[in-house]
C-alpha cells in the first residue's frame, strides 16, 4: 500500500472510533422510532421487528431456497466464492439503518451492525477476514469504510485478524447501486488488486449489503487467483430478487 493510502487508511479508522467512543458515551433515542434506547441503538421492540433473512437458503449466495439447496444460478454459473451468510433481507428498516452508516456518517450504527455480523455462526475459522476495499478517493470523500467498522466486532469474536493494508480497490468505479444489474459485471472487472501470498488459505469478505454479487464475486476471483482456497462471504443484508 502507498504512503498516501496508508495515511487515508489510518485517518479514516481514527475518526470512525473516535466518532463510535464519543456515541456511546451519550444516552439516545431508537434511530427508528425516537423511544428512549439508552446505550443502545434501537429499542428491543424495534431490534425485535428487523426483517431477519430465512435460515433455508442458498448456501452459495444466500438467496432463500427450500431446503438449502443450490439455487439454479449458482448451479448454472458457479461464482467464484464458495459461500454467503447474510443476517437480514435488504428492506425496511435495514436499508434506512446501513444508508445512514454509509452517507449520512451514523457512526454510532457501526457498532449495533457490526454485533448482528458477528452473531452469525462461522463453521469454518478463516484465515484472516477481508472488508470489501474502497477505493482511496471514495475512502477520502467518506472518511471511513463502513465494511472496516462493521467487520471489527467479527474479527474480535472469532480472534482473526483484519486485513486492510495489503488487498485494496484499484480502480474507483462508479457506484454498482448506480447500474442495471448486467453492467455491474462490466463495472467491477479488475478492480481489485492483491499483494500477499494466499496460498491454502480461507478469507471471509465483510460487506454491507449484496445485491447480484459482481462485487463480491470479482474480489473472489482476484483472492483465488492469488492462492486462496475457500472464500466465504458475510454480509449485513441480502438484496432479493422480485
Same mark, same amino acid.
Given at each position: 500500500?502507498?504512503?498516501?493510502a496508508?495515511?487515508?487508511?489510518?485517518?479514516?479508522?481514527?475518526?470512525?472510533?473516535?466518532?463510535? %467512543?464519543?456515541?456511546?458515551?451519550?444516552?439516545?433515542?431508537?434511530?427508528?422510532?425516537? *423511544?428512549?434506547?439508552?446505550?443502545?441503538?434501537?429499542?428491543?421492540?424495534?431490534?425485535? !421487528?428487523?426483517p431477519?433473512?430465512a435460515?433455508?437458503?442458498?448456501?452459495?449466495?444466500?438467496?432463500?431456497?427450500? !431446503?438449502s439447496t443450490?439455487?439454479?444460478?449458482c448451479?448454472?454459473?458457479?461464482?467464484?466464492?464458495?459461500?454467503?451468510?447474510?443476517?437480514?433481507?435488504?428492506?425496511?428498516?435495514?436499508?434506512?439503518?446501513?444508508?445512514?452508516?454509509?452517507?449520512?456518517?451514523?457512526?454510532?450504527?457501526?457498532?449495533?451492525? @457490526?454485533?448482528?455480523?458477528?452473531?452469525?455462526?462461522?463453521?469454518?475459522?478463516?484465515?484472516?477476514?477481508?472488508?470489501?476495499?474502497?477505493?482511496?478517493? %471514495?475512502? *477520502?470523500?467518506? @472518511?471511513?469504510? #463502513?465494511?472496516?467498522?462493521?467487520?471489527?466486532?467479527?474479527?474480535a469474536? =472469532? !480472534?482473526?485478524?483484519?486485513?486492510l493494508?495489503?488487498?485494496?480497490r484499484?480502480?474507483?468505479?462508479?457506484? #454498482?447501486a448506480?447500474?442495471p444489474?448486467?453492467?455491474?459485471v462490466?463495472?467491477?472487472?479488475?478492480?481489485? $488488486?492483491?499483494?500477499?501470498?494466499?496460498?491454502?488459505?480461507?478469507?471471509?469478505?465483510?460487506?454491507?449489503?449484496?445485491?447480484?454479487?459482481?462485487?463480491?464475486?470479482? =474480489?473472489?476471483?482476484?483472492?483465488?487467483?492469488?492462492? *486462496?482456497? %475457500?472464500? $466465504?462471504?458475510?454480509v449485513?443484508?441480502?438484496? =432479493?430478487?422480485?
Amino acid at each position: 500500500m502507498s504512503i498516501a493510502a496508508n495515511v487515508v487508511t489510518r485517518l479514516a479508522a481514527g475518526m470512525a472510533t473516535a466518532t463510535r %467512543r464519543c456515541a456511546a458515551l451519550l444516552p439516545q433515542d431508537c434511530f427508528l422510532c425516537a *423511544a428512549p434506547s439508552g446505550d443502545d441503538l434501537l429499542c428491543p421492540a424495534c431490534r425485535a !421487528g428487523l426483517p431477519h433473512l430465512a435460515s433455508e437458503g442458498c448456501p452459495v449466495c444466500a438467496l432463500p431456497t427450500p !431446503g438449502s439447496t443450490i439455487c439454479g444460478a449458482c448451479l448454472k454459473q458457479a461464482p467464484h466464492f464458495d459461500a454467503t451468510r447474510a443476517v437480514f433481507r435488504y428492506e425496511p428498516p435495514v436499508d434506512s439503518l446501513i444508508q445512514a452508516l454509509k452517507y449520512a456518517h451514523r457512526l454510532a450504527s457501526a457498532d449495533f451492525l @457490526g454485533k448482528a455480523l458477528a452473531q452469525l455462526a462461522t463453521p469454518v475459522r478463516p484465515d484472516l477476514i477481508l472488508p470489501v476495499p474502497l477505493s482511496r478517493a %471514495r475512502l *477520502a470523500e467518506r @472518511g471511513f469504510n #463502513q465494511a472496516v467498522e462493521i467487520a471489527r466486532p467479527l474479527a474480535a469474536t =472469532l !480472534g482473526v485478524p483484519l486485513e486492510l493494508s495489503h488487498v485494496r480497490r484499484c480502480r474507483d468505479t462508479p457506484p #454498482q447501486a448506480s447500474l442495471p444489474w448486467k453492467e455491474r459485471v462490466k463495472n467491477i472487472r479488475h478492480a481489485f $488488486e492483491c499483494e500477499i501470498d494466499l496460498s491454502g488459505k480461507t478469507v471471509l469478505v465483510v460487506d454491507d449489503v449484496m445485491t447480484t454479487g459482481a462485487t463480491l464475486d470479482e =474480489l473472489a476471483r482476484t483472492l483465488k487467483a492469488h492462492g *486462496a482456497a %475457500r472464500v $466465504e462471504n458475510r454480509v449485513l443484508a441480502r438484496a =432479493l430478487k422480485d
